[in-house]
């Protein structure tokens, strides 16, 4: 039985799933075997995994059913203890699985485990994922207070986390039921951080590729299905940060429903936003018309393409 078990949800990656397979396959840590799970491709990306040949490698077929259903079945078929995801456009350093699995040894009895990761918004624009954690000395080790360290970027990502299977399997795995397109994971990162906390390394170890083609936050807004983050309100009086956490995720929904014109949705998501949990900028942004957020994002995605990162978060 390998240590760890590293699930790809496959479709229609043809142009990137090569490079991210390398970046498995080339691991310091060699005790693993690799689950990719094919969600109905329609292009040539069966055909570019088939082209390695390592005995760690098995391949489940199916039809299309979205991503949580995919990763899901892919932790079913998983036999090693630890479950590690990874995107086929995202891809790792050499030393990612060498990281995590000194996380696990430093600090037993824990369930999931994270590294730091680079957004790579175009092919010259790498930019490090920002929590306010680094502005502090913590190096690697629990988070008790995960929302709080996340309201920037999430200190747990997909491609650069790590579960044990049995944790992953009682908290009830993807929600493939009430979520499509956006915010699976996001949804458990919030299940899995009111049940324990996340062991988390500094080291920047893995590569979220924000350019791909194909992408999953692509998905046109209007066949989305986003969390009720609803449901999670009254645990905020106990864990700290979560109240802002759960505003800055409706907020950011808020802005793709004001960008598509739904209102109606738009006013659903900010009705519940406690405005002390924005800053000025998300304020100002909520209030802008539908054609100047356009405009903006415009502006924003080509200064992007020229190494200049803008964001709302900070």
Same mark, same amino acid.
């Given at each position: ?12 990656? *043809? ?5 991210? %397979? ?7 840590? +060699? ?10 491709? +329609? ?17 489940? *077929? ?31 350093? /050499?030393? $990612? ?10 600090? /037993? ?26 502005? +502090? ?17 999430? %200190? ?7 579960? *044990?299977?049995?944790?992953?399997? *009682? ?8 979520? $499509?397109? !956006? ?19 500094? +080291?920047? !170890?893995?590569? $979220? ?46 802005? $793709? ?17 406690? /405005? ?39």
């Amino acid at each position: 039985m390998p240590k760890f078990s590293i699930v790809i949800p496959l479709y229609n990656k *043809e142009k990137e799933i090569s490079k991210t %397979l390398n970046s498995v396959l080339n691991q310091l840590f +060699t005790d693993f075997e690799v689950v990719i799970v094919d969600d109905g491709s +329609t292009d040539n990306s069966l055909a570019r995994v088939k082209e390695l040949k390592d005995e760690r490698l098995r391949i489940h *077929e199916k039809h299309n059913e979205g991503v949580a259903k995919t990763r899901n079945i892919g932790i079913d078929l998983a036999s090693g203890k630890y479950v590690a995801f990874l995107d086929a456009d995202d891809y790792w350093e /050499p030393n $990612h699985l060498s990281v995590i699995n000194d996380l696990i040894n430093e600090f /037993p009895g824990f369930h999931w485990f994270a590294t730091s990761y680079f957004k790579q918004y175009s092919k010259r624009v790498n930019v490090k994922m920002f929590s306010p954690i680094f502005n +502090t000395e913590f190096e690697r080790g629990p988070i008790d207070e995960f929302f709080k360290y996340s309201v920037v970027d999430s %200190l747990a990502w997909t491609s650069a986390v790590v579960f *044990e299977k049995h944790f992953l399997t *009682e908290l009830g795995m993807f929600n493939s039921q009430g979520i $499509h397109g !956006t915010g699976e994971d996001t949804d458990l990162w919030i299940r899995a951080a009111l049940k324990s906390p996340l062991i988390f390394s500094k +080291t920047f !170890t893995a590569y $979220h590729v924000m350019h791909a083609d194909n992408r999953l936050s692509n998905t046109k807004t209007h066949l989305r299905k986003f969390i009720n983050f609803d449901n999670y309100e009254a645990y905020c009086r106990d864990y700290p940060g979560l109240k802002k956490y759960l505003d800055l995720n409706r907020f950011a929904i808020a802005i $793709h429903y004001k960008l598509l014109g739904d209102l109606d949705n738009y006013e659903n998501q900010i009705k519940n936003i406690n /405005p002390n949990s924005l800053n000025k900028k998300q304020k100002l942004l909520l209030k802008l018309s539908q054609n100047m957020l356009r405009k903006l994002l415009i502006i924003k995605q080509k200064l992007q393409n020229n190494g200049i990162y803008l964001t709302a978060f900070k």
